[in-house]
């Protein structure tokens, strides 16, 4: 079955309307995202993207909003077959229209095969790949230009936990974003310590929620209070249906990326429900 893009749209309108209060006075509808990576669902073939698609439609469809990272060759397959409450995210996007820059998709391309969201500068892109706060910046200021979503990623490494330097390496991070950003309704953070991706350590709740305070309260006084009680913070970091909900727990804690356990759609419907 094929679902226009207008249904995933009205899904996720009505779920901003029907939204609860996070923190304060703000409303926050809590976001949680499935970051497949190199990864065709389970397998290596569009047979395998097609199971775990069907296993996700079928799942009940949560109170909080719902995207899915594909890799860039089935974004389509996705974007035709996913349930109107699952939105396709790309994992990457470039800062420019086009032009000789090989291996690279636009924001523009992704808006015209119907795709509205991206991440960006995921710590993979950074480590494996090189990716500067710099290129992060340019990205997102082009996705805001065309009215892209993106989900910036942020982080820091093991040893930088260790010596209590996490928001010192953060703060780079979070300017390159906010330095670009114009319209706030359009970015969503995903707080990652680069530690927890997929080496099965996570942080635990009050780490997670501590560090999710603090960036929140860097961009109050850097930004403006308004800004900081409204945009949405994941966390990301071997999230799984074990730990999910003594991590939504935390107040500031706006939903999750998940990697691994999003490939399992039992385990990521589980993940998603501890926010109905």
Same mark, same amino acid.
């Given at each position: ?30 976001? &949680? ?19 775990? &698609? ?8 949560? =109170? ?12 389509? #397959? &996705? ?20 032009? =000789? $820059?090989?291996?690279? +998709? ?19 892109? #950074? ?29 820091? *490494?093991?040893?930088? #936990? ?12 979070? %300017?390159?974003? $906010? ?14 310590? &680069? ?6 350590? +996570?942080?635990?709740?009050?780490? =997670?929620?501590?560090? *999710? ?28 249906? %074990? ?24 385990? $990521? ?5 501890? $926010?109905?």
């Amino acid at each position: 079955m094929v679902f226009p893009s207008s249904s995933r749209r009205a899904v996720s309108a009505a779920l901003r309307a029907k939204r609860a209060p996070r923190r304060g006075l703000a409303t926050r509808t809590p976001i &949680v995202g499935g970051n497949w990576k190199l990864n065709a669902g389970n397998g290596t073939t569009k047979g395998s993207i097609d199971e775990l &698609v069907k296993g996700l439609n079928e799942a009940k469809a949560p =109170a909080c909003e719902v995207f899915i990272c594909p890799p860039t060759l089935y974004l389509d #397959r &996705v974007q035709a077959s996913a349930a109107p409450h699952l939105m396709v995210c790309a994992q990457n996007v470039y800062c420019k229209q086009k032009g =000789a $820059f090989t291996g690279e +998709t636009s924001a523009d391309m992704l808006l015209d095969m119907g795709i509205n969201w991206s991440l960006i500068g995921h710590s993979e892109r #950074r480590d494996i790949f090189g990716e500067t706060d710099e290129l992060l910046g340019a990205k997102i200021a082009y996705a805001q230009s065309v009215g892209l979503n993106a989900v910036p990623c942020i982080g820091e *490494h093991k040893e930088e #936990r260790e010596a209590g330097r996490t928001m010192d390496v953060l703060v780079p991070q979070l %300017k390159a974003i $906010f330095d670009n950003v114009s319209d706030w309704t359009k970015i969503v953070i995903a707080y990652e310590p &680069v530690w927890a991706i997929g080496t099965g350590l +996570t942080a635990t709740p009050e780490q =997670a929620q501590e560090t *999710h305070a603090n960036i929140r309260s860097w961009i109050s006084t850097n930004v403006s209070a308004e800004v900081a009680d409204g945009i949405r913070i994941q966390y990301g970091g071997s999230v799984n249906d %074990k730990n999910s909900e003594a991590l939504a727990a935390g107040e500031d804690i706006d939903g999750f990326l998940v990697g691994g356990a999003s490939l399992k759609a039992p385990s $990521f419907g589980s993940i998603c429900s501890v $926010f109905d």
